[in-house]
């Protein structure tokens, strides 16, 4: 069974470009969440989705968009790309997230120069 | 809003011993959980144990357990018979049970390095 897959595992973009992030989560999960780890910190929550609406957003501007679709896998774009959107994305999905918790992917490497 | 604290940026072990990893919490909220999650080099967040604040009891997988002390906001992790594959970024994290149900908070993660 596979768990969340995450692609690319590395990117590198150019300041003022977009990008697309894509996950498939876990199979049977419907609920899937997006997180932004910069270096040496903890993941902080940009949303969250279920039923291919987004139903949570944390604090992060609307350069940060997503998408989650019928299959439930899941897209972040982020655009007009900055310095500091630099960073680790995971992707984590879950069936019910207080119940089981979240599984995460290995996440994609974003470097923006 | 809540927050995480986890006060130990990095920490190390000597094989087969046991080692505590301390977080702290902040909410006004009393029905929540909390996880601890652990992080080694490959980047993936694995989840390593898990607790539901309205139960006393602390919870327990295998080599690793919980003491969960529900007024003083503390919920520490405690490693027995550590083992090298053990070495990893553990962060505890935070879920409320309603209104923003499903969304973590995370601390800023301990290093532990288990040494041979």
């Known amino acids: 069974d596979a768990g969340v897959t995450q692609s690319p595992t590395h990117l590198i973009k150019t300041r003022g470009q977009q990008v697309t992030l894509r996950c498939s989560p876990k199979?049977?999960?419907?609920?899937v969440s997006w997180y932004q780890q910069a270096l040496g910190q903890g993941p902080q929550f940009i949303f969250q989705?279920?039923?291919?609406?987004?139903?949570q957003r944390g604090n992060f501007p609307d350069r940060f968009s997503g998408h989650q679709f019928p299959n439930y896998s899941s897209e972040l774009n982020v655009n007009a790309l900055l310095l500091g959107d630099s960073a680790l994305y995971l992707c984590?999905?879950?069936?019910?997230?207080?119940?089981?918790?979240?599984?995460f992917g290995s996440g994609t490497r974003l470097t923006v120069v | 809003a809540q927050t995480v604290t986890q006060s130990q940026p990095e920490m190390s072990v000597q094989e087969a011993e046991t080692v505590t990893l301390s977080c702290t919490y902040d909410?006004?909220?009393?029905?929540?959980?909390l996880f601890w999650y652990k992080q080694p080099p490959s980047r993936q967040m694995i989840l390593v144990i898990r607790q539901e604040a309205y139960k006393q009891q602390n919870a327990t997988e295998n080599r690793f357990s919980v003491n969960f002390q529900k007024a003083a906001k503390s919920f520490s992790l405690k490693i027995s018979d550590s083992q090298l594959g053990d070495t990893a970024m553990y962060f505890c994290a935070f879920m409320n049970y309603g209104g923003s149900q499903g969304n973590l908070i995370f601390g800023k993660g301990t290093k532990l390095s288990v040494k041979p």
């Open positions: 984590a999905s879950s069936l019910d997230p207080t119940l089981y918790g979240y599984t």
């Open positions: 199979s049977g999960h419907d609920t």
């Open positions: 909410t006004s909220e009393n029905n929540y959980y």
């Open positions: 989705y279920y039923e291919e609406e987004e139903r």
